[in-house]
């Protein structure tokens, strides 16, 4: 082979080698990008803010201490015949004082429950309404008010109430078939989270079953209004029915009686119940 070829042939392996080596490290650059953006994704991910979660999910877990707070005993109530109907609109109870043929109670802890009698000249049946003032803001708290006058299984009950105050909850509800402090039925309004929800609470742990969302008001008057039939149950909110749902957590009768929750400064007016 001619000289002048044999330089050529080994200028062309020579160029060759230098290159090799500029492509590997090229390659090992491009390797070491890869792995650097596939180990910052996952970091990405997880300092992305978590989203709100859904609080109608969050609601319809079972709430409450693994072991409630002891209760007394409920005093037993005549259960009602069908017809049978008690009104109480507070108008021939002192202000100051507790109505009569009520007493209070509570679930959850916190301070105790504070219902009296007020004056309010803005009451749907003037003059007095009654009313949860207590402002304790413990979370699982339920001020009760409840009947003394009979048990219902099939009943048909009202009550027209305003959600005055309350940064930690602004709710009032309707308790029913209420065997103790700890084990009965609710339906509720909530001004702050604008909702409406049935729960029950068993041994003082409370678990919702049905609801519904839309803008409750505060300051304002509205009725809450709840049928029972067997396992059954329509709940209605200033008339319009909201809320259909079935349980058999509590299928004998039971007492009704007024409810809140928390700081929750709430007036009643209006309590009406009949069996059916």
């Not at 609470?201 to 709840?226: C, D, P």
Request: contains cysteine; aromatic residues 10%.
């Amino acid at each position: 082979m001619p000289a002048a070829e044999m330089r050529i042939i080994v200028a062309i392996l020579f160029a060759g080698l230098l290159v090799l080596p500029a492509c590997n490290d090229n390659d090992r650059d491009e390797q070491q990008a890869g792995a650097s953006k596939s180990v910052a994704s996952p970091q990405t991910s997880a300092q992305k803010p978590a989203e709100k979660p859904n609080v109608e999910e969050e609601e319809e877990g079972e709430e409450g201490p693994a072991v409630p707070p002891s209760v007394a005993v409920e005093k037993p109530a005549p259960l009602q015949a069908p017809g049978k109907q008690f009104i109480y609109n507070f108008d021939a109870d002192a202000p100051g004082q507790m109505p009569a043929k009520f007493h209070t109670a509570k679930t959850g802890g916190g301070t105790a429950e504070k219902w009296s009698v007020l004056a309010d000249a803005a009451a749907p049946s003037k003059p007095n309404v009654v009313a949860q003032t207590s402002t304790d803001q413990t979370d699982y708290r339920f001020p009760l008010l409840i009947s003394d006058e009979g048990s219902f299984q099939v009943l048909d009950l009202s009550v027209r109430f305003k959600a005055v105050s309350g940064s930690v909850d602004r709710a009032g509800g309707l308790v029913f078939r209420l065997q103790d402090p700890n084990n009965y039925y609710i339906v509720r309004a909530n001004a702050l989270e604008n909702n409406y929800r049935l729960y029950h609470v068993v041994n003082g742990r409370r678990s919702q079953f049905a609801g519904a969302n839309f803008k409750v008001t505060s300051g304002e008057w509205h009725e809450l209004r709840v049928e029972a039939t067997g396992n059954k149950f329509a709940c209605y909110y200033d008339g319009t029915k909201k809320i259909e749902a079935t349980d058999s957590t509590f299928k004998d009768g039971g007492k009704v009686g007024l409810w809140t929750k928390a700081d929750s400064v709430t007036y009643f007016d209006d309590l009406k119940v009949t069996a059916e």
